[in-house]
């Protein structure tokens, strides 16, 4: 029976498991990458880690998210992450250089092999034909220190590419297509991979605009074959020799299988609030437009902004447009700064800001109240853009472009105008913003800690009687962003977890930190789905440096119950879901012979105030047993 | 007896008084520029005032504060901006196109000409030939609506350039050593006139770097002569029509002079946290640096910028320095996108950010905490980076360029480099950033108010009787960033007055606020030079809001005391300044028959707690007496 290619990749790097679907793998990482807002608690875990040498074959250290630098907090994390990269032997790219899944594939992205990123659009390498997979900041810290990653087996979906796109139709609107058809949890717990004759007419960049916006499908990750047109990218960047083909087996077997004609493609845009909120640009029709935002990793390489380059050349934007356009690269910004292609853009009365993932995060350029903003970036969620009224539609840089001038929102197909084709150019090797860590190490280098910069909260090995006081009685459904709120306020505090802390559930109860620090120890009742949305690893480490030491809820989400594990907090399922109602708001509990009833896998906890018992569900893992017991996945390690 | 070339375009434009230092005059205001952080101010006062047409030959709305845009607040404003230009014939200029005083020096200045901006540097345009002042929003918009302005008549310096420069020496050395000997307060109530053979070796941007900073000394402006310099720059503009020539008499006599030998200076620095904390970069060392910022309004021209990018071509920036640049216009963006001069700065590792005011005034580019950082902007306050700790030093682009790569404070003469000569450059018009209001006017034009957009503040007639509680005894040399500080966190508020208050005097003393509020009416003790810096009017605003009655102080920097007139908030001067001493905070002070002490001139301050009377000098001018009595010019003006 034939391959697929992800099963290919990841059976080369598999360390422990069996490649199928319901069980989990640990496998090899040869590469890590980290960005600025995720990236600083990475570092401050695997300084906890205490290791002397990296097992990755190379981690690069990006600097992209918070480069608006409003503030001295912004600056003080690169520093941080500059000294904390020049100990470990990890690249440090400068603030300036770029997005670090463009900067990523440019320089670094290697067919075949595996890369972990503290970001959740790291898929972008898949165009490269790697298996390039997003996980939370401590995963990426641990696979740094041991090279390795766990994580349950995929599916994979076969993505067969037909036909060939028309004019004005790109890669962006494959995904938009494919976001419509399989939607924004048609990804979950698998792998999607692109075959057929088309993936031939499409640029490894086409491509990564592809992988990358699959993790809008909720997918572990995207992964396109390496071919010819690989090899010419990586020739592009002067890099030929990291040049291997990889593709599926003819007879291989998918999970499941989705077609797709490309010649039969128009052009499409996520309407409000959703990526997955699909229709075509002509039927949703013109509608006026205030701004236009082109770049984020989705849709900022050379070849994307040159195609907006040509539509802008000896146009002017309308005068009811703000036109903002970040390049996706230092080097596509300089090769565009000698061909005259930015000028182009500039002439036209197009902004341009800094290379960095800026209002695609939220970081710079909120439209105005009520406006409708065209964007090439990857989400659209309702108030990401800052503006919480603006309506964002997601859409290509052709369809962008043109919209900017003519002031609506326009189908380039229609429009009639002519679109050149755009050769791929080659870069000259340029590594002036990068800080390579030779000759320093743990013992000559310095960490530099700015006062914003506080030490990751760290959990004790198990006691063997745990009491807490009940410091809140949560309802359903509760979100990370309900338990650690993230907005542009907060966002240059993910390095100060003892300040981020007194935001903790603020939107839900007030008092809630102050009851925290008040009973030391506390618990926290929570109701169905505990712990839904966004990975936000730092929705566990509030929680403990506020003393939580455990949470008993109806159901817990996925990745936040490994969250809290992951910091020795326990995550506790109600065996009768009625229990839920008989608890209230500062009764005393305790678990007796806790580390021997964690190793049982069945918890008892008393309520000391009523004298009753009540049983819980644990469905502790051999490894999750270890971790809590150690209080936490670094002591852990540690050991 | 010889006239200078201030009073002979001031003569020009003479409506009323007579040109005799000591009394007031009324000019003709040809044009008027707003930027968007004091502009939206401006227009919402232009709107109160309910007029029909503007009276002004030319008037411009620049937006080149506000552009980072992080929420809705900022694109809210432009739109109002822009909305309210549209209505009353003002010309409106995109965010993007670059920072006004650049802006307005290459496409609308004219030798012989007044301008009136509401931006502390409008002397800019004094490189020009143009009287170019900096005022009050309100002024502003008064000239507009009246197409005058009323000031004090100005004494004039004569400063004297004999020589040329060497190489790594240039215009910033220049006006840094003129701060070095006439200090921050040294042009005040002055115009600052060049002249001599020296001005024939500095182009029309040298001299406009000269004239921007020359606000640092407190001038009402300074002023170059128009020859052959200034025809090339205008025709290199495709401007040449509008050259003419103008200089002072041969026997023109000045009420001080200064000479100064180009050929003697050497590259200098403002050290922290004053502009006229000047040294030579030799004495003060090869101290090490790690941001260094180039651009602002003082020196972000081609030809500072082809300079610096001459410097950087195949040198790689330090790695422990962040060098951060904003370019002064898109048309010079452009050029250096065309020439290939852009791209050498980002192969060296430069990071680009949008042709705005930007790090200048607080606004992104806060350095990390303790930093030393180099920029060649015109302030160096403490805390006006955003970064309450760092060191700011104030240098020339060619120092701050070739102190980039070297990592530390370098003096370019002593490293032996060579510096290649800059030819100017012909621009190509192009206004494809410029919103025309033709067609548009008062009737078929909605103004856009977003919901940060508050009315602002008015007062009311002067009662006869004025009490108030001392809720401030400041010290010398208090700015407008101390009394309304203006950082990234406040900037987009600069339309929401009752919002803003809150910070008034924040980084002096915190309660000042809230002790306002408390005691209703205030008055502030202040020391010598209050309200140097900035021309905001905010500064006057947010005062009125708080209920500030009066400021009694030892001397006033001019804009400021013109602004609290214009708010209806009286400033008095200490007929004996060591009176200063005697008062504290929370004393009750009055001021009797307060309508005729101000009619008569003469107005005495009575502490009600100890019972002492105090003489203070007012200098009020007539039209200072009909606002005072008013409540503020704009009650005034209604009337």
């Not at 990564?208 to 990218?233: C, H, R, V």
């Not at 902004?351 to 105005?368: L, T, W, Y």
């Amino acid at each position: 029976m034939g391959k697929t290619l992800a099963y290919k990749i990841l059976e080369n790097h598999l360390v422990e498991g069996t490649l199928t679907p319901g069980g989990e793998i640990t496998i090899k990482i040869d590469q890590t990458l980290t960005q600025d807002s995720t990236g600083t608690m990475v570092y401050l875990q695997l300084e906890a880690m205490n290791i002397e040498k990296i097992k990755t074959e190379l981690s690069v250290a990006y600097i992209d998210h918070n480069t608006l630098q409003t503030g001295f907090e912004n600056a003080d994390d690169h520093a941080f992450i500059k000294s904390v990269a020049k100990r470990h032997g990890v690249l440090f790219s400068k603030p300036g250089n770029g997005i670090c899944h463009q900067l990523h594939l440019e320089n670094y992205g290697i067919p075949g092999k595996t890369l972990l990123g503290s970001d959740s659009h790291t898929p972008t390498g898949g165009g490269l034909g790697m298996i390039a997979i997003g996980a939370g900041g401590l995963d990426v810290a641990v696979a740094m220190a041991k090279g390795t990653y766990s994580l349950p087996v995929p599916k994979v979906i076969k993505v067969e590419l037909t036909g060939k796109l028309r004019p004005w139709v790109s890669a962006k609107d494959i995904i938009l297509y494919v976001l419509q058809q399989l939607t924004v949890k048609g990804g979950v717990g698998k792998i999607v991979e692109y075959t057929g004759e088309g993936v031939k007419s499409l640029s490894v960049t086409d491509r990564a605009t592809i992988t990358n916006m699959g993790a809008e499908l909720g997918a572990t990750t995207s992964l396109f074959p390496s071919d010819e047109n690989t090899k010419s990218y990586l020739a592009s960047q002067g890099r030929e020799k990291d040049y291997v083909e990889l593709s599926a087996d003819a007879d291989a077997v998918y999970d499941e299988e989705l077609k797709v004609d490309l010649s039969s493609l128009t052009p499409l845009a996520a309407k409000p609030h959703s990526p997955d909120n699909v229709d075509s640009v002509k039927n949703i029709g013109e509608i006026k437009i205030n701004q236009v935002a082109i770049g984020s990793c989705t849709n900022s390489s050379y070849t994307d902004l040159m195609k907006v380059s040509e539509i802008l050349k000896g146009q002017k934007i309308h005068p009811d447009v703000s036109l903002v356009i970040s390049p996706g690269s230092s080097k596509i910004m300089s090769k565009m700064a000698e061909n005259g292609a930015l000028a182009n853009m500039i002439n036209a009365g197009a902004r341009i800001i800094e290379n960095a993932c800026g209002p695609c995060i939220g970081m710079g350029q909120s439209p105005e109240s009520g406006a409708v903003s065209l964007r090439t970036f990857n989400r659209n969620f309702k108030g990401r853009s800052g503006t919480l009224d603006a309506d964002v539609y997601l859409v290509s840089p052709e369809t962008a472009a043109i919209s900017a001038i003519k002031g609506v929102l326009t189908d380039g197909m229609i429009s009639g105008c002519n679109l050149p084709s755009i050769p791929e150019e080659n870069f000259i090797p340029n590594d002036n913003f990068i800080v390579y860590p030779k000759g320093t190490n743990k013992n000559n280098t310095e960490v530099s800690m700015g006062p914003n910069i506080k030490p990751f909260p760290q959990n004790k090995n198990l006691p063997d009687e745990l009491t807490a006081t009940i410091v809140l009685h949560a309802g359903n459904n509760i979100t990370t962003d309900d338990i650690m709120p993230s907005d542009s306020r907060l966002l240059p505090y993910r390095s100060n977890i003892p300040y981020l802390a007194n935001f903790c559930f603020e939107k839900i109860d007030k008092d809630f930190s102050t009851r925290c620090k008040e009973a030391k120890e506390g618990a926290i009742i929570g109701g169905e789905n505990y712990g839904q949305g966004s990975s936000r690893e730092h929705a566990a480490l509030a929680p403990l440096y506020l003393g939580i030491k455990f949470v008993l809820a109806k159901s817990f989400a996925r990745i936040h119950r490994s969250n809290l594990i992951n910091s020795g907090i326990l995550p506790l399922v109600f065996e009768n879901p009625d229990d839920y109602d008989t608890f209230s708001l500062g009764q005393k509990l305790i678990i007796e012979n806790a580390r021997q009833q964690v190793k049982n896998k069945i918890v008892i906890v008393k309520n000391i105030e009523t004298g009753k018992e009540y049983r819980t569900i644990t469905n502790f893992s051999d490894l999750d047993i270890e971790m809590i017991l150690a209080g936490g996945k670094i002591n852990s390690i540690k050991k």
